[in-house]
């Protein structure tokens, strides 16, 4: 039987996942099509990592290990909704949650000191971060706005702030001793293996990274953001924002960048709050309290301690006397520094740019802020967009145009300070990159607490990476800019591969540019305010940035995204869209019975999922499911079915009662298969006629309290008992058969 294998993951996504796995269950039988689930939530990741300490009730097999081998294969259809990738407070949240529910599972050990902490410790590190998608994603990504989305967006423009000419934001980047500018990169020759060591000033050396393979062709690249400088940046900056009269703000990428970026943004707490931690480090370093956690970690444990009143009215003097903090959430005081994960320079800066350029000050009001993006090799996207809506004003959705992604990120190309080849500098001397004959491929000095990295990006995945922008190029009649500065070393072997590459193909008529990222911004903004598309051809980081930042300038969201990922070998990974707001949803939900989260995204992956089974085992009624989910998904749109904002209107629920209506009548209504048609006919018949009893049962569960049983691990029971509260709808689908 052909398969869909459809992820179970966190927050508002998985509950989405309680309404509409039904609907998919239901349609997909009908063209022999089985849909199976796996359980890639955070919390689930971390119960399949202590198997020894759990009862057999409670464990269950490790679903990202067995889906990344299932990538690999060419029968594979992975359908992947938003995950966390977690920060340590979101870690650290989950395992107790998971404790109170009655897991024995060990705390996370901050400085572990045994052989238990430390394997407890490399447990909990394999989940935490972008765990999962460097797993799953066993091929390069091809992101674009659906046509029906892209109307739909014109006809129904999404608000946007008024940019002033005077605006004062502007962003803050090192531009010197960052990885940028200390980039080191090599070509390997010949498959080998390379190791990673520290050599100590006495000549003392240690091994940081044993050898590991490195293929034919394969780039790999080594860098060193300098602790010291780092901190002089970062003083500079809250100074900065102190003389202008502006809100200071900090935009880093700390999940996926799960080594590097927690220890910049610990920086920027203790560069911050520099006299606290000059007057209380001790006490908090003794206590366990971490920077690199933020504020909000940091005034929990405070409780704890016998000055921690104290402490904490120190810290609350200091934000008094510095420049105004930016906040993610004025009304509860929480800042721009109070959690790692709050503040996602991909969401963000594109949220902030949306919205005249502001963010929220301590008042709940729209201030001017400075962007302070320490790393100086993706800053100047954001200011040269600011600058162009600074000289032009917003942006206009009704006449703007689209800049679709092809990113290269297969077989973990470019993951850059989130992996076991990044290393915050405990003394000073070299870091050595070492090829397996004694050969130093490439070096660098460093001082305590800098923070060095390495990362290798295979050439298979850059060679389909060229072959995929040409495709997509000829398909779309669109011109391609790769997205890559001949100033920066890793590019720069980059480049010459892509002019390689590109010569295997037929790129007649096409026109496809070469231009470093800020250049590459000015040259698609230009075209987005003539109505013109760009398709933008990046490496790893800039296509999460790229594929939030001109989506949310269109859409508002970058949720309603079409995200398909042709693996290597053959099989299909759809991507359904971002999940930044999916926490505020899962508030909502269990303060009022109310989930505002759109699944709009899961309805396109779900019909390119099906088209790529029809293609791939010869399915014609999978062809079918596919073609009429696409008009439904139409009907959706113009029907303006998305869960509304406010109670008393559709939320997603009922967004899946819609979808599931509008589908069964294509069904009903098609001509290629009679069966699928009769057998429609009759269910869409009854979800018609049982239209308002079905919105009424909807609706009357709104407005009170929800108990789903857990955030990070929600009962199952619940979560469904909540998620299906029209006992008609499910009686519809259950009649359903072919």
Known sequence: MAKIIYTHTDEAPALATYSFLPVIEAYASTAGVEVETRDISLAGRIIAQFPDRLTAEQRIDDALAELGEMADQPEANIIKL??????????????????????????????????EERDARAR????????VNPVLRQGNSDRRAPAAVKNYARTNPHSMGEWSADSRTNVATMGADDFFSNEQSVVIEGDTEISIRHVAADGTTTELKKAFAVLDGEVVDSSVMRAAALDRFLA?????????GILFSVHLKATMMKVSDPIIFGHVVKVFFADVFDRFGDDLATAGLSPSDGLA?????????DNGAEIKAAFEQAIADGPELAMVDSDRGVTNLHVPSDVIIDASMPAMIRTSGQMWDTAGEQADALAVIPDSSYAGVYQAVIEDCRANGAYDPTTM????????????????????????????????????????????????????RACQTKDVPIRDWVKLAVIRARASETPAVFWLDENRAHDANLIAKVKEYLAEHDTDGLTIEIMAPAEATQYSIERIRKGEDT?????????????????????????????????INGGGLFETGAGGSAPKHVQQLVKENYLRWDSLGEFFALAASFE????????????????????????????????????????????????????????????EDAELASAFAEVAGSLRSEEQTIVDELLAVQGSPADIGGYFHPSDEKAAAVMRPSATFTRVLDSLSV
């Open 82 to 115: 938003p995950n966390i990738s977690a920060s340590v407070p979101q870690l650290k949240a989950a395992i107790t949650e998971l404790q109170e529910q009655g897991y024995d599972l060990p705390a996370y050990p901050e400085n572990p000191s045994t052989d």
């Open 124 to 131: 909990y590190d394999a989940v935490k971060g972008s765990a």
């Open 236 to 244: 500079a900056q809250v100074q900065r924002a102190k003389d202008e």
């Open 297 to 305: 970690s940091i005034y929990t444990g405070l409780e704890s301690l």
């Open 401 to 452: 145009g689209s800049v679709p992604n092809v990113g290269l990120m297969a077989q973990k190309a470019e993951e850059y300070g989130s992996h076991d080849k990044t290393f915050e500098i405990e003394s000073a001397g070299t870091v050595q990159v070492v090829a397996a004959d004694g050969t130093v491929l490439m070096e660098h000095s460093v001082e305590p607490g800098d923070v060095w």
């Open 535 to 567: 398709i933008s051809v990046t490496g790893n980081v800039l296509r999460d940035y790229n594929t939030d930042l001109f989506p949310i300038l269109e859409l508002g969201t970058s949720a309603k995204m079409l995200s398909i990922v042709p693996l």
């Open 612 to 671: 790529h089974l029809a293609a791939t085992t010869d399915n014609a009624r999978a062809q079918v499911l596919a073609d009429t989910l696409d008009r439904a998904t139409g009907t959706f749109l113009a029907e303006n079915r998305s869960p509304g904002r406010k109670l008393g209107t559709t939320d997603n629920r009922g967004s899946h009662f819609y979808l599931a209506l509008y589908w069964a009548e294509e069904l009903a209504k098609q001509t």
